[in-house]
């Protein structure tokens, strides 16, 4: 841009030179050039600035609508598409549902303010989510550890969740329903997420020294209408301990 400016002021300053131009003519033909100058200048910044912006997000989760947000500095109007992308909104807001393969693409077809097209594309990496934790009251270690616990600190409402490793959302998972077993021998089926008051006459023959396995954890991410079936978490291994 700065060797055109340089070019068109150097043609005006040799035509100037060679004209018998008044003076009144010749201040027209440096506002004319200045304007055009300044056109130049405006079409070229419109150009650089048109990027496409795809805010906090370079990996997408298979099997659940990821939140992805678009919008197109200066643009007049643009047009995002891709396998699995449903606009929420007016507002740049979208869901990407994606399917096979390890990427998806992005097209993003756009009216600049100058009048131009532009058409950009979007690679995003395509993530399984991870095999979840099981985690009682927050806690959880996978199935190669195990929970030391009291029978006391177990009867008290405990709350079974799950937890997934490199996970870049900030989703909430529900727990539906759960086993329960015993020294590897009575199994109970919980449903929903807490160790009701039902469940305690089985936990009250807990002794000292005694394992609770707790498996066969059915999860949801909260919000999601996906049917995509989620890996089931590692069990919850518990030994139960005395009271300090």
Known sequence: MKRLVLFLSLVFLIQSCKSSYSKTELLKENKALKERIKKLETADTVNQEAAFELKKMNV???GVANPIYISKPNAVSFEATAPGLKKIDSLGNYNLNPGTGKTVDIAIK??????DSLTEIKSLRIKDISAPIGTINGIGCGRDCELKMTKNKLMKESSISVK????????????RHFKLKINDTEIIQVNGSILDAEKLNVLEKL????????FDIRWSIIGSKSTYSLKAPSPILIRIVEDN
């Open 207 to 214: 002794k000292i020294n005694d394992s609770v396995k707790i």
């Open 164 to 175: 997934v490793e490199d996970f870049i959302f900030d989703w909430s998972f529900q727990v």
């Open 110 to 115: 756009s009216k600049l303010k100058n009048g």
């Open 60 to 62: 997408v989760y298979r």
